[in-house]
C-alpha cells in the first residue's frame, strides 16, 4: 500500500520501517503468489498497472480487517486504551467537546482523532473506515450499509445574544429575520437543506450574508448582539449569552445519530462513549 502511495520503493520502505530491499522481495513474492505484477518499474520509478489498480481496495480492506482484528482482541483484554477516530458534524461540536472531556475522566488513556465533515462526507469516511463513527443529524440520503443509534432530537431554531432585541420572543416570526443580518450553515449541510425547504414553504425569500461551514465563527457573530443564526439548539449546548428561539409558524425537528458502518467490529469504547453521550440527556 505504501508503494502505491509513494510511487517509489525506497520511500515505501522507510516510511514501513524495513529496508528497500526486504520490501522488493516481498512484493516480488506477493507477484509471484498472484501469478501477475502489480507494479511496472521504470528506472527508479514504479507505478501500479491496471491489476495492481484493482488489488489495491482488497489490500487495504486487508490492512483494515488486521487492524480491527486486534482492536477486538484488545477489546476482549479489556484493555482501555488506544484511539478513538471520531467524525461530527460541526453541529454536535459543542456535545462532542463536553462528552470528551467527561469520557477522558473515565479512560484518561484513551487519545482521540476527531474530523469535522459534512453529513454525506463522513458516510465516506465511515465507508472508508477512516473513522469509527459519526455524530451527524439525520441523513438526508438513506444508505444501507449504514447503522444509526437515535441519540435525541434537536429542533432548528433562530439562535441570538441574550442582549438581541428579539433575545425576548418565546416563538420566533419568520417576518422579522428579513431585517437583521442572518448567519446560516453553509449549502449542503442538513440545516441549511432544513431551512431553504422551511422558508420556501412560506413562500419568503431569505438572502443570507454569511454562509459558513463552521460553528465558532457563527457563534462569535451572534456574540456581538447583531447577527441572527439559523442552527439546531444543540449547537448551542453549554454555550452562555445566547439564546435558541424556535419558529412561530412550526418546529423544524432535526435527529441527531450516531452513525456507524455495518458488517465491521463495534469496539467496546465506542459503546462506553455512547452511554456518556447518553447519560447528559437521562438526568
Not at 516481498?26 to 501469478?35: H, P, S
Not at 463536553?98 to 488513556?109: A, M
Request: some cysteine; overall charge neutral.
Amino acid at each position: 500500500i505504501k508503494s502505491a502511495e509513494t510511487e517509489n520503493f525506497t520511500e515505501a520502505a522507510s516510511q514501513s520501517f524495513i529496508t528497500q530491499s526486504t520490501l522488493s522481495q516481498q512484493i516480488k513474492q506477493l507477484e509471484n503468489d498472484l501469478g501477475c505484477l502489480l507494479f511496472d518499474r521504470v528506472g527508479k520509478h514504479i507505478r501500479l498497472t491496471e491489476t495492481g489498480k484493482a488489488f489495491l481496495p482488497f489490500a487495504r480492506q486487508t490492512l483494515n480487517d488486521a487492524q480491527r482484528g486486534k482492536e477486538m482482541l484488545d477489546d476482549i483484554q479489556n484493555l482501555r486504551t488506544g484511539t478513538l477516530r471520531i467524525g461530527s458534524t460541526w453541529g454536535l461540536s459543542s456535545l462532542l467537546t463536553r462528552t470528551i472531556i467527561k469520557f477522558h475522566q473515565q479512560y484518561p488513556e484513551m487519545c482521540y482523532q476527531i474530523i469535522y465533515r459534512k453529513a454525506d462526507e463522513l458516510i465516506e469516511l465511515l465507508h472508508e473506515q477512516t473513522i469509527d463513527f459519526a455524530l451527524s443529524f439525520n441523513l438526508l440520503v438513506m444508505d444501507e450499509q449504514i447503522e444509526e443509534t437515535k441519540l435525541f432530537e434537536s429542533t432548528l431554531c433562530a439562535v441570538v445574544s441574550t442582549d438581541h432585541p428579539l433575545a425576548k420572543y418565546k416563538r420566533m416570526p419568520l417576518a422579522v429575520l428579513k431585517d437583521y443580518p442572518i448567519a446560516v450553515p453553509y449549502k449542503g449541510m442538513n440545516a441549511r437543506k432544513l431551512f431553504d425547504e422551511f422558508i420556501d414553504k412560506y413562500g419568503l425569500k431569505i438572502k443570507p450574508t454569511v454562509e459558513l461551514s463552521e460553528i465558532y465563527t457563527l457563534l462569535k457573530l451572534v456574540k456581538t448582539s447583531k447577527w441572527i443564526a439559523i442552527v439546531a439548539d444543540s449547537t448551542i449546548f453549554d454555550e452562555e449569552d445566547v439564546v435558541a428561539i424556535p419558529f412561530e409558524t412550526g418546529r423544524i425537528p432535526m435527529q441527531a445519530t450516531l452513525l456507524q458502518l455495518k458488517g465491521v467490529y463495534h469496539r467496546n469504547a465506542v459503546r462506553a462513549f455512547l452511554q456518556v453521550i447518553n447519560s447528559f440527556f437521562n438526568q
